[in-house]
C-alpha cells in the first residue's frame, strides 16, 4: 500500500472520465439549484411574515412576484411581458432609479 492515493480518473478511458466528469456537474448544478430553492423559500416566508415598511419595500414584494408570473408566461404572450416590462420600468420611475 502507498502513502499516496491513486487518482483513479487517470487510469478510466476518455469516454469514462466525461461520464464522471458529466456526473459530477450534475451534481454539483443539482445541488446549487436545492439551495436556491431553499433561499428562495426562506426569502418568500419571511416577505409573506413581514410587512412592508413602505411604498419602496411593498414594490420589491411586488417585483419578485411579478417576476415568477413572467417567467410563467409563455414566449408568445408578448402583450403581457410587455405589460410586466412597462410595469417595471415605472417602479423604476417613480422610486427615481432610472
Known amino acids: 500500500m502507498t502513502e499516496h492515493p491513486v487518482d483513479l480518473d487517470k487510469h478510466r478511458g476518455m ?5 464522471t466528469d458529466l456526473r459530477r456537474a450534475l451534481a454539483d448544478v443539482e445541488a446549487q ?8 423559500a426562506d426569502l418568500e416566508h ?25 417567467a410563467g408566461l409563455p414566449a408568445e404572450d408578448t402583450r403581457h411581458r410587455a405589460l410586466v ?9 417613480l422610486s427615481g432609479e432610472s
Open 15 to 19: 469516454a469514462a472520465q466525461k461520464a
Open 33 to 40: 439549484v436545492r439551495e436556491l430553492r431553499e433561499r428562495e
Open 46 to 70: 419571511r416577505m409573506m411574515t413581514v410587512p412592508a415598511a413602505s411604498w419602496a419595500e411593498a414594490a420589491v414584494k411586488a417585483r419578485h412576484l411579478l417576476n415568477l408570473y413572467a
Open 85 to 93: 416590462s412597462a410595469l417595471f420600468d415605472d417602479f423604476a420611475r
